[in-house]
């Protein structure tokens, strides 16, 4: 299956709803009545995709803090709500590997710092990390609100993020890069970076992390490839070299040491 996004209007601001095609170019439906908000995730055992949902209201159409799956067979697309949570969205969320529940996130709210919970395809939750406020929030001021770009190692131990500010030009300007080791609840603070989860790369033994570090909204600029070592407390090691940019890393595959990347003056 081929999962796809439809605007059904060219306007700015339209609805885009989800699709399913068969490989063959057969069978092609909309999933949802609902339009869909970000990128739909295939889960990674079966044929099953998760989603978030967009409602229409007086402002037009909102994100919303609905999680949607869908199983797809040949015969029919059904349809489960698995959370809906009085947040204004739900900023980023992601398979676990097992394909049995996912890790989602929410938003800071007045109650609550941001979280990461798992979500079993029966609707129960646990929590999973909540972010750590060492000093009091200001509301009027800026601050960590959620988690976002969120990718698994291999082994199902660590998870790779970046921290979205209360602010959207903040944000595209630099998240701080993470992990969260689900084991023993520790985190590695990575640094700074921009919010593209295909900058994340986990080596094939889950020990190592590959990421492009460097503030500033330009990636021609002040991008370096950075690999922590998570066996030996994250340590960090700078592959960058001056005069020149990083993007890009993939892992090469069964290897733990060897990777390829893009490098540009």
Request: proline share 6%; glycine share 10%; aromatic share 12%.
């Amino acid at each position: 299956w081929l999962a796809y996004k439809y605007y059904a209007d060219a306007k700015y601001g339209s609805p885009a709803y989800l699709w399913v095609v068969q490989a063959d170019g057969s069978g092609a439906r909309q999933v949802d009545t609902e339009p869909v908000y970000g990128d739909p995730e295939w889960s990674p055992k079966t044929n099953r995709l998760a989603y978030t949902i967009e409602q229409n209201s007086a402002d037009g159409y909102v994100s919303t803090g609905i999680v949607r799956y869908a199983d797809i067979t040949a015969e029919k697309t059904q349809v489960h709500t698995l959370v809906e949570e009085d947040v204004v969205m739900i900023p980023s969320f992601t398979w676990y590997p097992d394909g049995e529940s996912l890790v989602v996130s929410f938003p800071r709210t007045q109650e609550q710092p941001p979280r990461l919970e798992r979500v079993g395809l029966t609707g129960q939750r646990s929590l999973l990390y909540t972010l750590k406020d060492e000093t009091p929030i200001d509301p009027e001021g800026l601050y960590f609100w959620a988690f976002i770009s969120l990718k698994w190692s291999p082994d199902g131990r660590y998870l790779a993020y970046h921290l979205r500010m209360n602010s959207g030009s903040l944000t595209a300007d630099s998240v701080e890069t993470g992990v969260l080791d689900t084991e023993t609840k520790q985190t590695y603070s990575l640094g700074g970076g921009l919010r593209y989860p295909q900058w994340l790369a986990f080596s094939p033994d889950s020990k190592k992390l590959a990421y492009i570090a460097g503030g500033g909204r330009d990636v021609i600029l002040n991008k370096q490839l950075e690999i922590a070592d998570l066996s030996a407390g994250g340590q960090v090691i700078d592959y960058s070299q001056s005069g020149y940019v990083d993007t890009q890393p993939v892992w090469l595959p069964g290897e733990t040491n060897k990777l390829l990347f893009c490098r540009g003056p």
